[in-house]
């Protein structure tokens, strides 16, 4: 299996294993993961099933065939609390420097030495 969807089948796997279908009634995972049991699951393992489903979608989609699935870890979803100061795509300096506020009088002391 390509290592795209790796991650989230064992975050899959993992709640499963810690759900209550699996460890108080007894049911094997992929009969919890079926319609009458799905519903009993936490809404968390619901969430990671559609995310597998997803990421096996996303590697027959021919739009993605070169550029891959994203990695789970960039999603913003999995990543709560970690700002990405800024939204720069690529390695290197800033496209734009930092510009410092102003209030739109600066050019007014220069007017008067050059008449």
């Known amino acids: 299996m390509p290592s ?3 991650d989230i089948r064992a975050a899959l796997a993992e ?16 009969d919890c993961l079926r319609e009458p049991l799905s ?5 968390r393992c619901l969430q990671l099933k559609k995310g597998y489903g997803d ?6 989609d021919m ?9 789970v870890a ?12 800024g939204g720069q795509l690529y390695a290197g300096k800033p496209a734009v420097s930092e ?10 002391g220069k007017g008067d030495d050059a008449s």
């Open 4 to 6: 795209s969807c790796k």
């Open 15 to 30: 709640c499963l294993q810690n759900s209550d279908c699996v460890m108080i009634d007894r049911h094997k995972p992929a």
């Open 39 to 43: 519903d009993t699951l936490p809404t």
């Open 55 to 60: 990421c096996k979608r996303g590697m027959l």
């Open 63 to 71: 739009r993605k065939r070169f550029r891959g699935n994203q990695p």
């Open 74 to 85: 960039l999603s913003s979803e999995l990543e709560a609390g970690t700002s990405g100061g």
């Open 99 to 108: 510009v410092g506020r102003t209030d739109g009088r600066e050019d007014q």
